[in-house]
């Protein structure tokens, strides 16, 4: 407290904005101490600001009007945008009339080893060549680990799900046109280097459903209803208005 007013964690809060991703309780405690220094300053020099008479003037008058304004702005969109409500029949009627908004890509699994030249890269496949299930998988983690040369080699060259997009064109080419457990029967060049493709799994592209993203529709709409409102307003109030643009 300063002079028994109280300083709170909101205080705190406010202070540490500059400080994007700060937490009181992770800071050393010296830097607690300067925060708690520096909120004890500001207590003590607002109040002096006011005892000396800041609040009379002119300018602090015209600050203080465009803050009650912007704020009584702020804070009645605010209250525009949660008293609007969206029902499940909305949802679903936006969600019919847009399903092509709603479709998730074809997606592959799969591992690589990158090497730098091509004649490396031929090689890697005729290691592998003749391995099926298992024994391809284990064999192609153990030279992805020791040959490749990309950051997913220590991983055995796993990167995880992922759709077209995602990859170069040539890349994803090569990837979703094998086959569950396949390997690429020629090396695939990108500008990372040359490429050996083991597909491990393929999922196809589909709709998604309703009950995944109702509540994202929900919101885009609650959006457009809230832009629509404020719109419609402004103009009311424009035809009562005399506005002069000079």
């Known amino acids: 407290t300063v002079n028994g007013e109280n ?13 994007p991703g700060a937490k ?8 607690q101490k300067t925060v708690i220094d520096q909120l ?19 300018k602090f008058k015209e600050a203080l009007k465009k803050v009650e304004n912007d704020l009584a702005l702020e804070m009645w969109m605010k209250k525009v945008f949660e008293n609007i409500k969206v029902s499940d029949k909305e949802a679903k009627e936006y969600f019919e ?5 709603f479709v998730k890509p074809a997606t592959a699994k799969a591992r690589h080893i990158v090497l730098k030249t091509e004649d490396e890269a031929k090689k890697v496949i005729k290691e592998l ?13 153990e030279l992805a680990k020791s040959k490749s040369t990309g950051p997913s080699g220590a991983n055995g060259g796993d990167l995880g799900w992922f759709s077209s997009r995602q990859m170069v064109p040539s890349f ?32 196809p592209a589909g709709h998604i459903k309703l009950e995944t993203v109702k509540e994202q529709i929900k919101n885009v709409i609650k ?3 809230f832009r629509n409102k404020v719109s419609k307003r402004a103009k009311e109030l424009r ?3 005399k506005i002069v643009i000079k």
Not at 24 to 31: D, P, R, V, Y
Not at 45 to 50: I, R
Not at 129 to 141: D, N, Q, R, T, V
């Open 97 to 101: 009339k847009n399903k092509d908004k």
């Open 7 to 19: 300083v709170t964690d909101k205080d705190v809060a406010e202070l540490l904005r500059a400080m």
């Open 172 to 203: 994803s080419e090569a990837a979703f046109a094998l086959k569950k457990g396949e390997i690429t029967k020629k090396p695939v060049k990108t500008q990372y280097g040359y490429h050996v493709i083991l597909l491990e799994d393929k999922k």
């Open 24 to 31: 009181f309780e992770n800071l050393k405690k010296e830097q």
């Open 239 to 241: 035809k009562k208005a």
């Open 223 to 225: 959006m457009e209803k």
């Open 129 to 141: 060549s003749g391995l099926k299930g298992e024994a391809l998988i284990s064999k192609f983690i």
């Open 40 to 58: 004890i300053d500001r207590k003590l020099l607002s109040k002096q600001a006011v005892k000396e008479g800041i609040t009379k003037e002119k």
